[in-house]
C-alpha cells in the first residue's frame, strides 16, 4: 500500500532560521504531492502542490517544495521562518493507482519569538 | 474560508452513544470525503461519497456509517461510541469524483470528545 513518511515529528527553530521538512512516499507510478497546513484549532489549509511540469513548487507564505523522482521525495522548504509559521505540517500524495489522499503523520513545527 | 462546512465544531459525549457529523461541501462540489485525525494514528480516511453514491470507504469502523443525501451534504453516524472514537473529524470536497489532478477543501473539523 502507498505511504507517506515525515521524518522529523517535531522541529524547534528560531525565527529567521532556515526549514527543511522532508517528506518521502512509496509508489512508483504517477502521484499528486501536496504539503498542507494546520494552524491551532484551524483546519488544514493547502500550501503547496505538485501535479506535473517544473519539479520546484512554490506556494503561499514564503514556502517552496522540490519533487524529486528518483528519490520519491517532496522535501518542504522556507528560507527565513517567521514565530507565524508555528503549525503542523503534512504531506499528503494521491497516486493514479488509489485515488484518495494518504497523508504523513506530520511534523509540528515550534518557532521560537 | 474553504467553503466547506462542518457542524458541529465540538462535540461531548459518552461512551455507548451516538453522535451524528454534519458537512456542508463546496457549492458545485459533488464528492465528499470524511477523515479521522488522532493523536495515535494521524490523519486517516473513512469514506468517500461522490453524487450520492459510496465511492471508496478506508479504515472505517462496522460501527461508523455515513451517506450523502441529494442536496449534497453528507453526514458520518457514529454509534456505539468508545474513548477511542475521540479525535478530529474532518470532511473534505472536491469537484468530479476524483481527488487527481484537482485539489480538496477541508472543513474546519468537528472535534468528537467521548467520556
Known amino acids: 500500500a502507498q505511504s507517506v513518511s515525515q521524518h522529523n515529528h517535531h522541529v524547534i527553530l528560531s525565527e529567521a532560521a532556515s526549514l527543511e521538512l522532508g517528506c518521502n512516499y512509496s509508489?512508483?507510478?504517477?502521484?499528486?504531492l501536496f504539503w498542507y497546513v494546520q494552524y491551532p484549532g484551524q483546519h488544514l489549509q493547502l500550501l503547496l502542490k505538485y501535479f506535473s511540469g517544473d519539479p520546484l513548487v512554490k506556494g503561499i507564505k514564503g514556502f517552496e517544495a522540490e519533487f524529486i523522482k528518483s528519490k520519491f521525495s517532496f522535501n518542504l522548504r522556507k528560507p527565513s521562518v517567521q514565530w507565524s509559521d508555528t503549525a503542523e505540517y503534512f504531506c499528503?500524495?494521491?497516486?493514479?493507482?488509489?485515488?484518495?489522499?494518504?497523508f504523513g503523520k506530520g511534523t509540528r513545527l515550534h518557532i521560537l519569538p | 474560508d474553504s467553503g466547506v462546512t462542518q457542524t458541529p465544531k465540538h462535540l461531548i459525549t459518552a461512551t455507548g452513544q451516538r453522535v451524528t457529523l454534519r458537512c456542508s461541501p463546496r457549492s458545485g462540489d459533488l464528492s465528499v470525503y470524511w477523515y479521522q485525525q488522532s493523536l495515535d494514528q494521524g490523519l486517516q480516511f473513512l469514506i468517500q461519497y461522490y453524487n450520492g453514491e459510496e465511492r471508496a470507504k478506508g479504515n472505517i469502523l462496522e460501527r461508523f456509517s455515513a451517506q450523502q443525501f441529494p442536496d449534497l451534504h453528507s453526514e458520518l453516524n457514529l454509534s456505539s461510541l468508545e474513548l477511542g472514537d475521540s479525535a478530529l473529524y474532518f470532511c473534505?470536497?472536491?469537484?468530479?469524483?476524483?481527488?487527481?489532478?484537482?485539489?480538496?477543501?477541508f472543513g474546519q473539523g468537528t472535534r468528537l470528545t467521548v467520556v
Open positions: 499528503a500524495v494521491i497516486t493514479n493507482r488509489d485515488d484518495k489522499i494518504i
Open positions: 509508489y512508483g507510478g504517477t502521484v499528486n
Open positions: 473534505a470536497s472536491s469537484p468530479g469524483g476524483s481527488f487527481l489532478n484537482t485539489e480538496a477543501f
